[in-house]
């Protein structure tokens, strides 16, 4: 029988179903799915891994599936044969988006895409950029713990990385269409708010002006241990506080509220200033679970996980051993009968599992806190108090330094407060944009200041893998070349800039309808489109393993791609109707720059 070539079958064929839905679904996605589908068949093996990976040349094609191999050693047959079985079958298929497969190497399988069917759905893209995101199998209730500073102090740099590695998951994992439940889990209950109570009392009693004194919690702080350390009477009546706090005393009590009040109102203007999405009705504070610690032991009692050592009740699990192989405990109670922060967290998992029936629960919570979060998924497994239906993932994140090497201080060796360091990167920016533009306005200059400022702390905590360490320095995250705020910004702004050439351009069809995507003839037009079409793919990724610098290294690249197509295509100097395709593809990247930008938390500017 006579078999037409490959490309004569597919090409003339109209967007397959699969694209029926409005979202562009990844191509990995749907690879990984197609030829799993096929190999499955090929070798009547149930589910194989297709392996599929963005090709690594371009003469390799679009993507690449590598399973094969893996699949012929179990099979012990020989790997070119299966795949050349592979590619028959998909041919045998049709699909439309699929121009050409071929075998090579030893067994791997390139998948060049078909043109048209990028070229529609960029047409998609292009009516709505929404499009874009993934369409997750499942919607899912995901708990994303983040944050979570402790209310006895003002936020400083130590609370940057989870505050906004946490404000860009949520929007990514919002953006696919799960049920995101921030919660603020704060640190407001414990014996150092004993201190700051009765400092608050002592204070009110020469003169009530305590929102004052409270306006820099930082020195109060600072004053009330000052009392507590030199002071054993002090300290004594510190100490009763504590236990009359938490016995529920209404005076204590009261005072307790006023100081948390404050505390939270310096953390929201935090927030206010980093763009970040956390309300008050997001609060999980420790002190909610206040009532619930003793149910707990209970509970652990039970199921007989508790152990009493030297007066503590502790929980001891096999994989828990220190360096001699001896038994490490988790304590859950004190000899004193004080609970501990793994107790509030064994809490905290029972109403996140039960009440909240989430699927998943995050914690972007510092590395530091790995043992801490080992443990008590491990208790809360054992004891029942979470299922496995519920996944617990500690989303740890590495130490912020300095450029000595150690942990970001002030030169003085303070720790440097959140809201100081974000007012000095808007300083910095405002120099620099000054320096860049000095014709602008002053007041524009600021506006652009305010967000450059705080993008480049943002970004340069996002671009970085978030579990190794980081250097945090003022100079690369405020430089306009390389992967910073201030590059990716400018990309876009430009790009706006030139398609408002066009506006003002009349020999240009000023009808938008008339931006139709036709050409991707050029290899940069196609690497451009191709690289949009990608971002499913990596905004999945990020939802997946909670990791924001991939999101980063993509709009990194993709604004790459953009500047190699507009220096090797004409756009506004090409005729109609390439002209106004390319422009189409200018005005798609600028969109999908700026949906991906507001998913880091980053509002880009129209003109810099
Ligand atoms: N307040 C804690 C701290 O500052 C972090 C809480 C993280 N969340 C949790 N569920 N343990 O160290």
């Known amino acids: 029988m006579y078999n037409p070539p490959l490309f004569q079958r597919l090409r003339v064929r109209p967007v397959c179903t699969e694209n029926s839905s409005t979202n562009v679904k990844s191509f990995k996605q749907l690879l990984n799915q197609v030829v799993s589908d096929s190999l499955a068949r090929v070798s009547g093996i149930d589910a194989p891994d297709a392996h599929v990976i963005t090709a690594s040349r371009p003469e390799f094609g679009d993507y690449q599936a590598n399973g094969v191999m893996a699949l012929a050693k179990q099979l012990k047959t020989n790997p070119r044969q299966i795949a050349q079985a592979v590619v028959e079958d998909l041919q045998a298929q049709e699909l439309a988006w699929i121009d050409k497969l071929e075998v090579a190497g030893p067994g791997f399988i390139n998948v060049h895409l078909n043109n048209q069917d990028l070229l529609e759905r960029g047409a998609t893209a292009l009516a709505e950029v929404k499009s874009l995101l993934p369409e997750p199998a499942q919607k899912q209730r995901i708990v994303v713990d983040y944050s979570s500073p402790n209310l006895a102090k003002e936020m400083h740099v130590g609370h940057l990385r989870g505050t906004i590695i946490g404000d860009c998951l949520v929007r990514v994992l919002e953006s696919c269409g799960h049920n995101i439940i921030r919660q603020n889990h704060v640190g407001d209950w414990g014996t150092q708010f004993g201190m700051l109570i009765t400092y608050m009392q002592e204070v009110s009693q020469g003169q009530s002006d305590i929102p004052n004194k409270l306006a820099d919690l930082e020195s109060f702080y600072r004053d009330a241990k000052e009392r507590f350390d030199n002071d054993a009477d002090f300290a004594t009546r510190a100490r009763q506080a504590v236990v009359k706090l938490q016995g529920g005393d209404a005076d204590h009590l009261q005072a307790w509220e006023q100081f948390i009040d404050e505390s939270l109102r310096h ?9 970040v999405t956390l309300k008050r009705d997001d609060l999980d504070a420790e002190s909610r679970y206040n009532d619930k610690l003793a149910g707990i032991i209970e509970q652990l009692r039970e199921k007989q996980l508790l152990t009493e050592d030297e007066g503590a009740q502790c929980v001891f699990l096999p994989q828990f051993v220190g360096k001699e192989g001896e038994p490490l405990p988790v304590i859950v109670q004190k000899s004193d009968g004080g609970y501990l922060y793994s107790t509030t967290d064994l809490a905290a998992i029972q109403l996140r599992a039960g009440e909240l029936k989430a699927d998943r629960s995050l914690y972007v919570v510092d590395a530091r806190q790995s043992l801490h979060f080992q443990q008590v998924f491990a208790v809360a497994r054992a004891a029942g108090m979470a299922d496995e239906k519920l996944s617990l993932e500690h989303i740890a994140y590495g130490t912020m330094m300095g450029s000595d090497g150690r942990p970001f201080k002030t030169r003085s060796g303070d720790t440097v407060k959140l809201s100081e360091l974000l007012d000095e990167a808007v300083r910095r920016a405002f120099d620099l ?20 400022g705080i993008a480049a702390v943002k970004y340069a905590d996002l671009s970085k893998n978030r579990t190794s360490d980081y250097v945090f320095d003022w100079s690369t995250m405020l430089s306009f070349d390389g992967n910073t705020a201030p590059y990716m910004l400018y990309a876009y702004a430009r790009i706006k800039s030139i398609l408002r050439k066009q506006d003002s351009d009349p020999s240009v069809d000023q009808n938008k309808g008339a931006m139709r995507l036709s050409s991707i003839d050029a290899p940069e037009e196609r690497m451009l489109l191709m690289k949009i079409l990608q971002m499913p793919e990596i905004v999945q990724m990020v939802a ?48 999908t720059l700026k949906q991906g930008l507001s998913l880091l938390g980053i509002e880009p500017l129209e003109r810099m």
């Open 267 to 275: 953390c929201e203007a935090v927030y206010e200033k980093l763009g």
């Open 433 to 452: 944009v000054s320096e860049k533009n000095p014709e602008l306005e002053e007041t524009e200059r600021q506006t652009i200041a305010d967000r450059v």
């Open 544 to 591: 997946d393993d909670c990791y924001p610098n991939q999101l980063c290294n993509y709009l990194f690249e993709l604004a790459g791609i953009f500047m190699r197509f507009y220096e090797s295509c004409p756009i506004l100097k090409a005729e109609a109707p390439l002209r106004e395709s390319r422009l189409a593809l200018a005005s798609l990247t600028a969109e």
